[in-house]
């Protein structure tokens, strides 16, 4: 059973006999021996776990995440009890602005007392009565006004000079003589009274007693020197009776009439110093006395400080431990990843380890020998888009240009695929005083066979139409002609229009297409051209439901033909774009040309569905009457 045993299991059985030896008969080296056994015992236990836990990849990356997880997770928490302080903080800059408002208020309640007397041997009268509750940093003076400025009747202190004191309505902090003070000026009718109290330690120190906040204003000599919020800290000596930690600037806002520059009044700012008053707060906690609260509070800041360096020191090198075996792999796997970047896809890794990086390298090697055949794919995929490409510019050859302009029309098409080709068609054919046809069919599905479709008929109709023959007949023959080229799931849908010219107007049939819209110059309205009609190729088409209808056209009327990948254009809240919103388009833009109305509505259908890219193909064709 022994020989199973490792040295340094055998060590610890050793020392664990001494320890209790020691323990029975020598109690002086004990603590000795037992702290030794412990050591090792740790020691042994860590191996253990090495062994153990840490031989499959997964897990010494979660081991090491816990280092370097935990330790973010501890500054969080660091931050967390900042940003309390902060919160506290703020609460406390709360708690003394409804403190100052409430002063404030009083004040304005004490001035308008006064100004309600509105005579001055009454408003005299009160003060006599009332003067011997004054405070000491009462601040009060009155005013009557006589011609245009005010002349003082009152001011307490008896001996205070308000030679820069300015009669001008206000409310708030104010400097007078090098001293703060906080009150209020009001003016009615012929009298003005100020009120305001000193604002100096004393004053602070008793709005103070009913919060957790304590306020601080640091002044030399009593006098008010507004400086920086630094240098009003350094301030701050071991003398005062109660220490600041962590000062809170609390800033406000105060008229200076030591300093008057110009005829208008104006504010400065500065800053009380507004601490959270900890030893209070604990006492209400913990009821404890204020100096052992304080002490507690210092040596638990050292001590986290300490052991959040330590903890960080530690994760460090563990971290960096654990990682460099890792890595060691991690290496060779990323060699073998420049190799096939190189364009060496023979090349192999080789490890050796026995663990989870061992199975990434077989995998890795594997997938590089797949790449060969991946990149043959990739070449077959490029020289098919390259078709579809090429296919593509045939296909736009076979469409009208976008823009086309006569002595009776101006018109405008755009088609715009889905895919690399499209199943949508457009199309126009001018004769000049005779006639003019337009079209826009659909097939149904989308890509190259579609495309294929659309070739066929776009040669069928180019024949037909020179008969001149009426939309009803010319989409007969394209069924008759294109029905046995179709598969079962195959169909074209078509809007048709034949303007006649010297008669001034057009032939409109509809092959189960989308309404067409129809713009009336004379009654500013658009209406949808909604005939009956089947599609072609479709099993039961039958001539006898295809209808024609006859239409007077005259001068700024528009007839707007459009496939149903445009009106179903879908935004990012699944609305489809609609007939509706077509025809306020071009109801709010039928004085613009055609060209100009097309774009219009392409920028409104990029601007609905917030993207670029297609469900279908969109084809229409916007023709106005000169």
Not at 295 to 309: H, P
Not at 396 to 420: M, Q, R, S, Y
Request: aromatic fraction near 14%; glycine fraction near 6%; proline fraction near 2%.
């Amino acid at each position: 059973m022994f020989k199973r045993w490792k040295k340094i299991d055998l060590f610890i059985a050793l020392l664990f006999i001494i320890t209790g030896l020691s323990y029975l008969f020598f109690r002086g080296g004990f603590r000795l021996f037992l702290d030794i056994l412990i050591i090792v015992a740790v020691i042994r236990l860590f191996l253990i776990i090495k062994r153990k836990l840490l031989w499959k990849t997964r897990n010494r990356l979660i081991f090491s995440g816990l280092f370097f997880i935990v330790t973010p997770i501890i500054l969080i928490g660091i931050f967390f009890f900042f940003i309390l302080y902060v919160i506290i903080a703020q609460y406390g800059v709360v708690i003394v602005d409804n403190l100052i408002k409430r002063q404030l208020s009083n004040y304005k309640n004490n001035v308008n007392v006064y100004l309600l007397l509105n005579d001055k041997s009454k408003m005299l009268e009160r003060i006599e009565r009332l003067k011997r509750y004054y405070p000491s940093n009462l601040l009060m003076i009155l005013s009557e006004k006589q011609g245009d400025e005010y002349k003082v009747f009152f001011n307490y202190p008896p001996n205070f000079d308000q030679k820069n004191l300015r009669m001008c309505q206000f409310s708030g902090y104010f400097k007078l003589k090098d001293k703060l003070y906080l009150g209020v000026l009001k003016k009615r009718g012929n009298f003005s009274v100020l009120i305001a109290m000193n604002v100096n330690q004393d004053y602070l120190d008793e709005l103070s007693t009913i919060s957790d906040f304590k306020i601080r204003l640091i002044s030399k000599d009593g006098s008010f020197s507004p400086k920086s919020v630094t240098d009003e800290i350094s301030n701050i000596t071991s003398e005062q009776e109660e220490r600041l930690i962590l000062p809170w600037p609390y800033k406000y806002r105060f008229f200076d009439f030591d300093e008057i520059k110009s005829k208008e009044l104006k504010q400065k700012e500065h800053y009380h110093l507004l601490a959270i008053d900890y030893d209070k707060i604990l006492l209400k906690l913990r009821g404890v006395d204020s100096k052992s609260v304080q002490v507690n509070i210092e040596k638990g800041i050292y001590f986290l400080i300490g052991f959040f360096a330590i903890f960080i020191v530690i994760s460090f090198f563990i971290g960096i431990k654990i990682l460099r075996v890792i890595t060691k792999s991690v290496n060779q796997i990323t060699k073998g990843i420049q190799q096939i970047m190189r364009g060496d896809f023979s090349y192999r890794i080789k490890i050796k380890s026995g663990d989870q990086l061992q199975y990434l390298a077989e995998s890795f090697n594997e997938m590089a020998s797949g790449i060969g055949r991946l990149l043959v794919e990739e070449k077959e995929k490029q020289r098919l888009e390259e078709e579809l490409r090429v296919a593509r510019g045939i296909q736009l050859k076979l469409l009208p240009e976008e823009n086309f302009d006569t002595d009776e029309f101006d018109v405008a098409g755009v088609n715009i695929p889905a895919d690399e080709v499209a199943g949508d068609y457009f199309d126009y054919f001018y004769k000049k005083g005779k006639y003019m046809t337009i079209l826009v069919a659909d097939v149904s599905g989308k890509g190259a066979s579609s495309a294929f479709y659309m070739a066929e008929m776009k040669g069928i109709i180019t024949l037909l139409q020179k008969n001149e023959i009426s939309p009803k007949s010319l989409i007969v023959e394209c069924h008759s002609s294109l029905r046995n080229s179709f598969d079962k799931m195959t169909f074209i849908t078509m809007n048709m229009a034949r303007f006649i010219i010297p008669e001034n107007k057009f032939i409109f049939a509809r092959a189960g297409h989308t309404q067409a819209i129809l713009f009336s110059f004379e009654e500013k309205e658009c209406f949808e051209l909604f005939p009956e009609g089947m599609a072609i190729g479709l099993t039961n088409f039958s001539k006898d439901k295809i209808q024609e209808i006859e239409i007077n056209y005259k001068k700024g009327d528009i007839l707007f033909l459009f496939s149903d990948g445009l009106s179903e254009i879908m935004n990012v809240e699944d609305e489809m774009l609609g007939v509706d919103n077509l025809k306020k388009l071009i109801q709010k833009n039928h004085e613009l040309s055609s060209k100009e109305i097309k774009q219009k509505i392409l920028d409104f259908s990029i601007k609905f569905s917030d993207t670029e890219v297609n469900r279908d193909d969109l084809t229409f064709i916007v023709l106005k009457v000169k």
